[in-house]
């Protein structure tokens, strides 16, 4: 019963490094969405898709891109891994003004920069 | 001001006790609201949406919106410590470019002791 998938549970990855992560969601939604999560600071919106190779940059994109070649897969791109990415990644997906039922989330992503 | 505040917590409540949640959302022309509820370690799920001026009940929760005053709040009757948690409150922005994003406020702890 998984709907929305994200590839690691748990990363480590060293400063400069170009990190990947994966969501795939087979509840063949429009819209995708990429948050971080940390202390006090509750979720912010890195980016989001609406469609496949659309994008839109959310409250703090900076630091990240995205990818989103498929309707069920969306990546994000931490193009040089620094120690203030170190956070929980949280991965969402919804039908288009989220109908009665909100988003439905990955299980996230903890993500440490060393 | 934040675009969606929830009462600072922490809050803690007795067993069998009602725990009531609030937030305010400052745009005017938000549409959807929703709660979800966090476990430590967990992703965000789903427990209530509500889109009317009143109360919607399921279960031993209510979700109340009152649009007028910009309010929406979640009351839990017979608090157990399996509710426990963080709980988010998530409003849906509107305007024909939101794509159905949500914002989300900070999240107030809840425990609930026995």
């Known amino acids: 019963d998984v709907k929305v998938t994200q590839s690691s549970r748990y990363l480590v990855k060293r400063t400069g490094e170009k990190v990947f992560l994966e969501c795939v969601q087979d509840?063949?939604?429009?819209?995708m969405f990429w948050y971080r999560q940390d202390p006090g600071l509750g979720l912010r919106l890195i980016y989001f898709?609406?469609?496949?190779?659309?994008?839109e940059k959310g409250d703090i994109p900076e630091g990240y891109s995205v990818s989103r070649e498929k309707k069920e897969r969306f990546s994000l791109i931490l193009e040089s891994a620094s120690t203030n990415q170190t956070s929980m990644y949280l991965c969402?997906?919804?039908?288009?003004?989220?109908?009665?039922?909100?988003?439905?989330f990955g299980s996230g992503t903890r993500l440490t920069v060393v | 001001q934040k675009e969606v505040e929830q009462n600072s917590g922490p809050l803690s409540v007795p067993e069998g006790a009602i725990a009531s949640l609030n937030c305010t959302y400052s745009?005017?022309?938000?549409?959807?609201f929703f709660w979800y509820r966090q476990y430590s370690g967990k992703s965000p799920e789903l427990i209530m949406s509500?889109?009317?001026?009143g109360d919607k009940e399921d279960g031993r929760f209510t979700a109340q919106l009152n649009k007028a005053s910009q309010y929406v709040s979640l009351l839990i009757r017979d608090s157990q410590p399996s509710d426990s948690a963080t709980y988010l409150c998530?409003?849906?922005?509107?305007?024909?470019?939101?794509?159905?994003?949500?914002?989300f406020g900070q999240g107030t702890i809840l425990t609930v002791h026995p």
């Open positions: 969402a997906s919804s039908l288009p003004n989220q109908g009665p039922y909100g988003y439905t």
């Open positions: 509840m063949d939604h429009e819209n």
């Open positions: 898709s609406y469609d496949v190779k659309m994008k």
């Open positions: 745009d005017r022309g938000s549409q959807s």
């Open positions: 509500i889109y009317s001026n």
């Open positions: 998530a409003v849906a922005n509107a305007g024909g470019t939101s794509y159905g994003k949500l914002t």
